[in-house]
């Protein structure tokens, strides 16, 4: 099975910080990687798929980029929404699997 | 606005079988993937399984012994049973769409279940 490793697995940042989360894959994995965003209590909300496109709707300070095996999530300036817990996700022959989460609260 | 609602028991004892139903609304239930997720207090996300619209299935190793995904075009809803429901299984359970990427677009709310004697 692929295993997706999330660094950090917890950050703290102030609002207007760039914010970086890698994700990375224990094998060679397809594109299909997407990012969610949950907010306490609330289903998560797809923000990127295949590793770099911008889901409809979603502000243009999130973006993904793919390098091999690593995947990251850069948030570009950090807004006082944008504090919650990230998730990445793949697709393979078996299975979803969704990376452990990174928390990212306010300093 | 595609929206999902999952309904179901938000309490089940050990040993029996948990049955929740995704209604969808405001889209086609054609041409997409439709997950089961689940995610225990203060844990992560846990992906359980999916049914394609026309009925084929994938479910997670972990659970593909307990799991039956179905889905009911003609009521625009599918369906989630697990067997043998331990304490552990306790969680909230998402319903979600796929798309052909199986990127998950639209999510339900979240029902809690709690297995509970």
């Known amino acids: 099975d692929i295993q997706l490793t999330q660094s950090p697995s917890f950050l703290s940042a102030s609002v207007g910080d760039r914010v970086t989360i890698t994700c990375r894959a224990s094998q060679g994995i397809s594109s299909y990687l997407a990012w969610y965003q949950q907010k306490s209590g609330k289903a998560p909300k797809l923000l990127i798929y295949a590793a770099s496109t911008l889901q409809s709707g979603v502000p243009s300070r999130f973006s993904g980029s793919a390098s091999g095996t690593e995947f990251t999530l850069t948030i570009t300036s950090l807004q006082p929404e944008d504090f919650a817990t990230y998730y990445c996700?793949?697709?393979?022959?078996?299975?979803?699997?969704f990376g452990g989460g990174t928390k990212v609260e306010i300093k | 606005q595609v929206q999902l609602q999952e309904s179901g028991p938000g309490l089940v004892k050990p040993s029996e079988t948990l049955s929740l139903t995704c209604t969808v609304s405001g889209g086609s239930i054609g041409s997409y993937y439709w997950s089961w997720i689940r995610q225990p207090p203060g844990r992560g996300l846990e992906w359980i399984g999916y049914?394609?619209?026309?009925?084929?299935?994938k479910y997670n190793p972990s659970v593909k012994s307990r799991v039956t995904i179905s889905v009911d075009k003609s009521k625009s809803q599918f369906s989630l049973k697990l067997t043998s429901m331990t304490p552990a299984d306790t969680a909230v359970y998402y319903c979600?769409?796929?798309?052909?990427?199986?990127?998950?677009?639209?999510w339900g709310q979240g029902t809690l279940v709690t297995v509970s004697s």
């Open positions: 049914v394609y619209y026309s009925g084929s299935t």
């Open positions: 996700q793949q697709r393979d022959t078996f299975c979803l699997t």
């Open positions: 979600a769409r796929g798309t052909g990427t199986t990127a998950l677009d639209y």
